[in-house]
């Protein structure tokens, strides 16, 4: 099944000085979304499993990437991700199995890590 993604208010392509794929797309996290919803009942957050499957999703549909992840390396939650945060993940693709993810408020990181997918057979 596909997840549910926020609504994107922006979503700008580029490349990396290196001449890499690179996405950052802005969103705002409905309060009323699924994912909150039991995480926690007292202080709703963005689960971590849901900030790397929607990085490994929309890899998928920008990049062909598989939507399965073999490893996650260099994974970091440096704060949480609050409702009606306004969000921008930044995905760059390193290389034909690795996806660099940041999510951020502001300036200020939130998570960040790489998605290894397996290589295909």
Known sequence: MKPQLPEFTQLRQDTTPEGRPLLQIDFTLAPDSVYFQGHFPEAPLLPGVTQLDWAAQIAADHWHTPRSVSTIEVLKFNDMLLPSADV???LEFKRDNCVVF???CGERA???GRLIFAEPS
């Open 88 to 90: 921008t993940l930044r």
């Open 102 to 104: 940041r999510y951020q």
């Open 110 to 112: 939130m998570s960040s």
